[in-house]
């Protein structure tokens, strides 16, 4: 579904990302972990087309998209969430949602303010899909509320909402679990489970190594931009260089996650 190969991306004189070569197959789950400051956002920057990469190149479907603009590889397929949530918190649920698809329809904006029946129809499919995708991720009867005034864990639903409207073939999530507590990261990795299930790949940062280690299928490692690990999770983290790369020293959660396994 997605390859890159030899991705670089320099900041002055910081290489944030140097050389990442990742293979993302169809329907799988692929877990992105690292140290702070490791390089995966930028990755996850480089793929969705907010920087171009200063060298590499990445196919997506099987065609290149390391040059095209964010709103192309979007409507390619590919679509994302922040770390920090990024919603109209005034704004309702599903407005918020329905800013997913904007971009998808055809009428165009004379179409809208003319209020051609063309521009009608669209408006209630649009409306009809965003009900559709609220219901998806569990927050049927919440449309109407302001975004702002929800739980952490359920904006956190509304973002992967809007991402998820335009049924993309590829979904990355960037810390979907940041900030919750036990339940709600119980019921993220269901939720993220289930999207799966109805065939979206997807690739998630995650710091939580519990979770990745029992939601992915396979996990990758970056450390200083440089990609050190790659395959099946439980192996993966137990290899001696993830371990201390990626926590400093030898973690006991680690340990016993590895030893576990
Ligand atoms: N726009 C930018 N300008 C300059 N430096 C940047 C920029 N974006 C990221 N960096 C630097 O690139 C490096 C990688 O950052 P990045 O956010 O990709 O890491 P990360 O692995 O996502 O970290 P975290 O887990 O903390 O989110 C860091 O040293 C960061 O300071």
Same mark, same amino acid.
């Given at each position: 579904?997605?390859?890159?190969?030899?991705?670089?991306?320099?900041?002055?004189?910081?290489?944030?990302?140097?050389?990442?070569?990742?293979?993302?197959?169809?329907?799988?789950?692929?877990?992105?972990?690292?140290?702070?400051?490791?390089?995966?956002?930028?990755?996850?920057?480089?793929?969705?087309?907010?920087?171009?990469?200063?060298?590499?190149?990445?196919?997506?479907?099987?065609?290149?998209? @390391?040059?095209?603009?964010?709103?192309?590889?979007?409507?390619?397929?590919?679509?994302?969430?922040?770390?920090?949530?990024?919603?109209?918190?005034?704004?309702?649920?599903l407005?918020?949602v329905k800013?997913g698809l904007?971009?998808k329809t055809?009428?165009?904006?004379?179409?809208? =303010?003319?209020?051609?029946?063309?521009?009608?129809?669209e408006?209630e499919e649009v409306t009809a899909r965003s009900l559709a995708t609220i219901e998806r991720?569990?927050?049927?009867?919440?449309?109407?509320?302001?975004?702002?005034?929800?739980?952490?864990?359920?904006?956190?639903?509304?973002?992967?909402a809007?991402?998820l409207a335009s049924d993309?073939?590829?979904?990355?999530?960037?810390?979907?679990?940041?900030?919750?507590?036990?339940?709600?990261?119980?019921?993220?990795?269901?939720?993220?489970?289930?999207?799966?299930?109805?065939?979206?790949?997807?690739?998630?940062?995650?710091?939580?190594?519990?979770?990745?280690?029992?939601?992915?299928?396979?996990?990758?490692?970056?450390?200083?931009?440089?990609?050190?690990?790659?395959?099946?999770?439980?192996?993966?983290?137990?290899?001696?260089?993830?371990?201390?790369?990626?926590?400093?020293?030898?973690?006991?959660?680690? =340990?016993?996650?590895?030893? @576990?396994?």
């Amino acid at each position: 579904m997605l390859k890159a190969d030899g991705v670089t991306k320099r900041f002055g004189g910081l290489t944030a990302v140097n050389g990442v070569g990742l293979e993302v197959r169809k329907g799988e789950i692929l877990g992105l972990i690292g140290p702070n400051g490791a390089g995966k956002t930028t990755f996850f920057n480089i793929l969705t087309g907010i920087y171009k990469p200063d060298g590499g190149t990445i196919s997506f479907d099987g065609r290149p998209i @390391h040059a095209l603009p964010s709103f192309r590889i979007a409507r390619a397929g590919m679509m994302r969430t922040f770390q920090n949530i990024r919603l109209l918190k005034e704004e309702s649920v599903l407005d918020n949602v329905k800013v997913g698809l904007f971009g998808k329809t055809g009428s165009g904006l004379w179409a809208a =303010i003319l209020g051609l029946r063309s521009a009608k129809r669209e408006e209630e499919e649009v409306t009809a899909r965003s009900l559709a995708t609220i219901e998806r991720v569990g927050l049927k009867g919440r449309e109407r509320e302001a975004a702002g005034s929800l739980s952490y864990g359920d904006q956190r639903r509304v973002e992967i909402a809007r991402a998820l409207a335009s049924d993309p073939k590829l979904l990355l999530l960037d810390e979907p679990t940041a900030g919750m507590n036990a339940a709600e990261v119980q019921e993220m990795t269901d939720l993220i489970r289930a999207i799966r299930g109805k065939g979206t790949t997807i690739v998630l940062i995650e710091h939580n190594v519990a979770m990745v280690t029992g939601l992915c299928d396979r996990v990758a490692v970056l450390v200083h931009g440089e990609k050190i690990a790659d395959g099946e999770p439980e192996s993966v983290i137990a290899k001696p260089e993830v371990v201390e790369a990626y926590l400093g020293k030898p973690d006991e959660e680690v =340990i016993a996650v590895a030893a @576990h396994s």
